[in-house]
């Protein structure tokens, strides 16, 4: 299964950027870059995804290195509503699931 | 902004019976899923349908759990003779059909949860 790692936590005061990163060293050409967040007793939220360029929503910035190897999802300024636990996830092309891992608690203080 | 509805919210069984989940995917989303997070744990696949026919499933969906669309917009989860250990929330999702999936945002609901007692 394709793997991603993430710091386990992070912080940031609210109204600042937060910048979340994540390695994924051996992603595969076809396999698109998916950002998920989880909020307290909610399902997964859907973010933002990208196979190569970065790639800008109205929730968030994704930025993606060069060689593919790592991401950073940047929230440019944080509220307290998007304290969550954030996925970011590997899609691989030739499969249905999304495989989370354990993800980034973000914690946002006023 | 178009939503997936999951009932009931809260469901408690007791051991040994059946259980039927139900969602509403997005109404022009063709492809529909199910993921389970056991308490504490992480979000695990469990099945994904695509024209009336499991697409694929994770080795935790057994011969104890069937899904079904049985009226083109409810999509169901049916665990028989539940256990304590499918103690869990579970997660129905749908997103846009096409030929690169994971090319488009999946959209989760807001979940079941299941208390097996």
Same mark, same amino acid.
Do not use: M
């Given at each position: 299964d394709a793997k991603t790692t993430q710091p386990n936590s992070m912080e940031s005061n609210e109204e600042e950027p937060v910048h979340l990163p994540c390695n994924?060293?051996?992603?595969?050409?076809?396999d698109y870059i998916h950002w998920y967040r989880q909020l307290p007793s909610q399902g997964p939220e859907y973010v933002i995804h990208g196979l190569t360029s970065n790639v800008n929503n109205r929730m968030a910035s994704l930025a993606i290195a060069e060689d593919r190897k790592s991401s950073t999802l940047i929230l440019h300024r944080a509220t307290l509503r998007d304290a969550a636990v954030y996925y970011c996830i590997l899609a691989v092309i030739n499969t249905d699931k999304l495989i989370f891992g354990t993800g980034t608690r973000l914690q946002v203080f006023p | 902004e178009p939503e997936v509805t999951q009932t009931p919210s809260h469901q408690v069984t007791q051991m040994g019976q059946e259980v039927i989940l139900r969602c509403v995917p997005? #109404?022009?989303? *063709?492809y529909f899923y199910w993921y389970r997070q056991i308490l504490g744990q992480k979000v695990e696949f469990l099945v994904s349908f695509y024209n009336n026919e499991i697409s694929e499933k994770s080795e935790?969906? !057994? !011969?104890q759990f069937s899904v079904e +669309?049985? !009226?083109? #917009?409810n999509f169901t989860l049916k665990i028989r003779?539940?256990? *304590?250990? !499918?103690s869990a929330m579970y997660f129905c999702a749908s997103s846009e059909s096409?030929? +690169?999936?994971?090319a488009y945002g999946y959209t989760f609901g807001s979940g079941t949860r299941l208390t097996v007692v």
């Open positions: 994924h060293s051996t992603i595969s050409g076809t | 997005i #109404s022009n989303h *063709l935790i969906f !057994d !011969d +669309r049985p !009226d083109g #917009s003779s539940t256990k *304590l250990e !499918d096409s030929s +690169r999936r994971v």
